[in-house]
């Protein structure tokens, strides 16, 4: 069975769909990325049937701080609130360095391991908030959010891209406050202040220092020319998606069961 909660995290409101719990099942917490909602794991609910399953989404800004940091605070405060001691966290794109950030505030030692799902560990593959940030800089508020919630964010990403995954996007991005939107994109853009001689910024940094039990998951089609990231990425353990995008879960079977044998290996 399936249910949703709106949760109250320091007066901020959070959506949470999750399934019935089972003590004996291993739990996995979805955080989905930017401008995305849970609709993004959907499939999950399908391919993962033996797993306690939360996912967040469609939820409206904070009222105190968009930043990553706050975001990653709120993750935890949300595991708290369902009593959760044990779990397993995977987040895609923006939400990978929200649940990087997560991992390394985690003081109970609550995240078992940690599923890196295309977040932006290098400058190569931070591109997508680079634009959007790029349109926030240079539009006035009504302008940019014309952008966004019309034919010009449309056009230029989701319905060029001729996936279902885009189209996923589309719906989530059309429910988003559009200056949130751009000030997080600004936020993911500035990571480029932070790199070092190999590329790698900031998060990137924290996430190879992580000491659970981690993966990045990444496509092929996706990071296609990026040639620094995939030989950073390859120093790492990862799972490699041949033929695909940014959405790397829009190939249901491939994914989820890389996530299963991700935990399993973890169990032995």
Not at 3 to 28: M, P, Q
Not at 81 to 107: M, N, P, R
Not at 196 to 201: A, Q, S, Y
Not at 222 to 236: D, M, V
């Amino acid at each position: 069975m399936l249910n949703e909660k709106w949760l109250d995290i320091d007066g901020d409101k959070l959506y949470s769909l999750f399934s019935s719990f089972v003590d004996t099942r291993d739990t996995l917490v979805f955080i989905h990325g930017l401008g995305e909602s849970h609709l993004c794991f959907a499939d999950a609910i399908d391919w993962l049937p033996q797993y306690n399953l939360i996912m967040y989404g469609y939820s409206p800004a904070s009222h105190f701080s968009h930043s990553t940091e706050s975001q990653a605070k709120r993750i935890l405060k949300a595991l708290s609130y369902f009593s959760i001691d044990k779990c397993y966290l995977l987040g895609h794109s923006w939400g990978g360095d929200v649940c990087t950030l997560a991992c390394q505030l985690d003081e109970n030692k609550i995240i078992q391991g940690f599923i890196n799902a295309e977040g932006g560990l290098h400058e190569e593959n931070i591109l997508l908030s680079k634009i959007i940030s790029e349109h926030y800089s240079t539009l006035n508020k009504n302008e940019f959010s014309a952008w966004v919630k019309g034919s010009g964010f449309a056009n230029q990403f989701p319905l060029a891209w001729h996936h279902s995954a885009g189209i996923k996007y589309l719906s989530s991005v059309r429910r988003c406050e559009p200056m949130v939107l751009g000030e997080t994109a600004s936020e993911i853009y500035a990571q480029h202040n932070t790199l070092d001689c190999r590329g790698v910024v900031g998060w990137g940094q924290i996430y190879e220092t992580l000491s659970i039990p981690k993966s990045y998951f990444w496509g092929t089609k996706s990071l296609a020319g990026c040639e620094r990231a995939i030989e950073f990425i390859k120093t790492l353990d990862n799972v490699e998606f041949k033929n695909a995008n940014h959405w790397i879960q829009n190939e249901p079977m491939a994914f989820y069961s890389a996530i299963k044998n991700f935990i399993s290996e973890i169990k032995q």
